[in-house]
């Protein structure tokens, strides 16, 4: 029989590396390259690693089938939410399947990254016009960050894969996650070591740095020594382990020498303060405040997007943020009536007893509001059930969702970037906004976690104006939570600190409701904590690439039941 491979991409040709969109995500066609005279130049091996980075991209074309929304939906801040028929965002919150290939394009994306990453490593001592070797090494360090990234977001995601470190295909069962953490962990170590040790801004915005590295080592490490229960980091062979100490060390020189830090006031780093909205909004009118922008000094990385997107005809739908799409007010909503929140799909309706809970334990937080929209309060006009909206709370995050406009002639307008940044007037395409996988304030909890020091924990208080407290894990938990909520992280903290099961049980009886009739949260199959129970919290490899691999891969325990498959309210 044909040998298979674990991801159908690799075995296309060497040219399908190089994808990406203007600038940045170049879409120019390499197809007459191979590794015989590719990459020669550096304008090649510039090339060579905008292909890897143009994959981030590619996965966000489905964005629903991705590590970030899986994230935010499955954690306790956020139900399913969409219409009658959105069955898949209603699944991930219940951890349970709802297609025999779900991540299907994102296992694809991430082993097209992991492929072309490899390829990069192979090849980049071949080109021949480096201006020093300190820029060969920075280059092969973004690389090996990014090959760290995709393997993570893989390993959160489906517990153990495949790891592939060569361009040869090859059929293998998953690997063990103790291999795979030490190969993250080697190729973050090499990262760090390579890259340039100088401000973040002297770096093109979009790319990795040594900062990026550190912060990223700490997150490995956090979730690798958390949810397995070990109390260091491996290293692969006899190369040792990345104790806590060393990544408290990493953190510290991030913490002072990256020129990072945090934006003066919370609520300038999301787009409702954009200059075309900020006086229009009642929230933000006359506070002085002034969106920071994408790529601000908070921002540590960050996924790119554009303005040249369309439906995959030339470019590639990831060009444009779709979890604000996704994340947007269902039609009914969404327009002038529901200002500057607009349109969307309606996914990830937010748990009223985050709100409730945030509320009576820091009252005067400004996050809160900063972070939560209330319907009740700020929208007069809002449409309850509006499109057959499920699982509707009256709360929407506010940090990922489109934000309408009005233009000088006092004009409304679909999306701030169609005045910003020249985008489409398309409410589905005009989404510019970073979507930041690293922030500062992270770093600083982060730090505060590891080294059990409130320093860094009261820090980000003061910023949101509250008064410092002593450090506790308890403490350090709640600061997560209020700062960092609906950012792709509360899921994964509960998994590694052993609180998932109970907490995620909790959203059983919370009130909610569908098509604008009362109901309330209820459990399918055995409930919140049962299913994360038989999981582990880890999802189902895409039913394809196990067929691909004609039983080499053994899907996740969990998955493939009754119990696991959810056919709607």
Not at 353 to 376: F, G, H, K, M, Y
Not at 455 to 474: E, I, M
Not at 560 to 568: D, L, P, R, V
Request: contains cysteine.
């Amino acid at each position: 029989m044909k040998k298979k491979t674990i991801y159908i991409a690799l075995t296309v040709c060497f040219a399908l590396m190089f994808a990406g969109c203007e600038n940045f995500l170049d879409t120019e066609s390499y197809t007459k390259q191979n590794t015989s005279n590719f990459p020669i130049t550096l304008d090649d091996a510039k090339k060579s690693l905008t292909g890897i980075y143009s994959t981030l991209s590619m996965a966000i074309s489905n964005p629903a089938d991705t590590h970030f929304y899986m994230a935010e939906l499955a954690s306790d801040d956020r139900f399913g939410g969409g219409g009658e028929n959105d069955k898949d965002m209603q699944g991930f919150d219940k951890l349970m399947n709802t297609k025999p290939n779900r991540f299907g394009t994102y296992w694809e994306a991430r082993y097209r990254g992991i492929f072309r990453a490899n390829m990069a490593l192979e090849t980049l001592d071949n080109c021949e016009d480096w201006e020093s070797e300190a820029q060969k090494n920075h280059f092969k360090g973004e690389v090996h960050f990014l090959r760290a990234l995709f393997y993570f977001e893989l390993s959160q995601t489906f517990g153990e894969v495949p790891l592939v470190l060569k361009t040869e295909a090859e059929n293998i069962p998953k690997t063990p996650a103790d291999q795979t953490y030490a190969q993250i962990a080697s190729d973050l170590k090499n990262a760090i070591e390579m890259m340039y040790s100088t401000p973040y801004s002297s770096v093109e915005a979009g790319h990795a740095t040594k900062w990026a590295a550190e912060a990223l080592m700490a997150r490995v490490f956090l979730f690798y020594t958390g949810y397995y229960g070990k109390d260091a980091l491996p290293l692969p062979e006899e190369e040792g382990n990345i104790s806590k100490n060393q990544v408290i060390e990493w953190l510290t020189d991030c913490i002072a020498n990256s020129a990072h830090d945090l934006v003066s006031d919370y609520r300038n780093l999301w787009p409702y303060t954009n200059e075309y909205t900020v006086e229009d909004y009642s929230f933000t009118k006359d506070k002085g405040l002034q969106w920071a922008d994408d790529g601000n000094k908070e921002t540590v990385f960050a996924v790119k997007f554009g303005t040249s997107v369309d439906w995959g005809d030339q470019f590639t739908l990831g060009y444009s943020n779709q979890y604000n799409l996704h994340f947007g007010l269902r039609s009914g909503n969404g327009s002038e009536s529901t200002f500057p929140f607009g349109q969307g799909w309606g996914a990830g309706p937010v748990n009223s007893e985050l709100w409730n809970e945030w509320r009576q334990a820091e009252p005067t937080d400004i996050r809160r509001t900063a972070s939560i929209l209330n319907v009740e309060t700020e929208l007069n006009d809002y449409e309850w059930g509006a499109d057959k909206q499920m699982e509707e709370t009256g709360y929407w995050q506010k940090k990922y969702i489109p934000i309408t406009a009005y233009d000088a002639e006092n004009n409304f307008v679909v999306s701030y970037a169609v005045l910003k940044d020249g985008a489409t007037v398309d409410y589905q395409l005009a989404h510019t906004q970073d979507l930041v996988l690293i922030r500062f304030a992270d770093i600083l909890l982060m730090h505060s976690e590891l080294a059990q020091d409130a320093a860094g924990l009261n820090r980000v208080r003061a910023r949101a104006g509250l008064t410092p407290v002593a450090y506790s894990l308890d403490a350090l938990k709640k600061e997560r939570r209020w700062e960092l909520a609906f950012e792709g992280l509360r899921y994964f903290d509960l998994m590694r600190w052993g609180d998932a099961a109970t907490q995620l049980g909790k959203q059983e009886g919370v009130a909610i409701k569908n098509r604008g009739v009362d109901a309330v949260m209820r459990a399918f199959g055995g409930g919140y904590e049962a299913r994360y129970e038989a999981t582990g919290g880890f999802w189902p490899i895409p039913e394809s690439q196990v067929q691909l691999s004609d039983g080499v891969l053994v899907q996740n325990d969990g998955w493939g039941t009754t119990a696991a498959e959810f056919t709607g309210w």
